[in-house]
């Protein structure tokens, strides 16, 4: 399996395409849309959950099977429908129209996957393993969330706002980091 890049990517107002209707491409779904994407659902039918989503156009569906011309203008494209079959037609169109693609359970044939992710407000930490465990990396994020309590989520606020003036105040690049750090430290002193 491939050493993975590890990014965030901003997703907001950029059309992303998810291919299934059942609960894994509605975990997908929930995900973008958080992010603030656009997202458009094929599949000739939904589960609950997502049917209300197109009913209150939270997301556009097409209700039918997946044509490769639906790729088009997709920044993401997940493919979750549980078919290898249809999966691989998903990814191979996908890619042909320049989208990075995930297919869901297949690290083998995923531009990029998913971490298992803690959040607390602002902060985002990603655990992943490569696709190789995604158990264990559950299990690893699942262990961190005592350590990373809800009070980071508020302290990347302050360190955030800290931060900018700080740096605003700083002449060079040197002093800017600097004051970057100062502030950091000061802030996890004070937690």
Known sequence: MPDY?????????????????GAIAARKVHGLLECGARVTVVSPALIPEL???ATMGGID?????????????????????GLAAVDDTVA??????????????????CDFIYGSVLRRGELQ???????????????????????????YGALVERVGRARHLARAT???????????ERVVADALRAL
């Open 5 to 21: 890049f590890p990014a965030f990517l901003d997703v907001r107002r950029r059309r992303c395409l998810v291919v299934g209707g």
């Open 51 to 53: 049917a209300r989503l």
């Open 61 to 81: 569906h097409r209700a039918r099977a997946f044509r490769r011309a639906d790729a088009r203008g997709a920044m993401l494209v997940i493919a979750a429908t």
């Open 92 to 109: 191979e169109a996908a890619r042909r129209h320049g989208a990075l693609v995930n297919a869901v359970d297949r690290p083998a044939s």
């Open 125 to 151: 930490i990603a655990v992943s393993t490569g696709g190789r465990a995604p158990a264990l990396a559950r299990e690893i994020r699942r262990r961190l969330e005592p350590v990373i309590a809800s009070e």
């Open 170 to 180: 700083a002449t060079t690049l040197p002093a800017r980091l600097a004051a970057g």
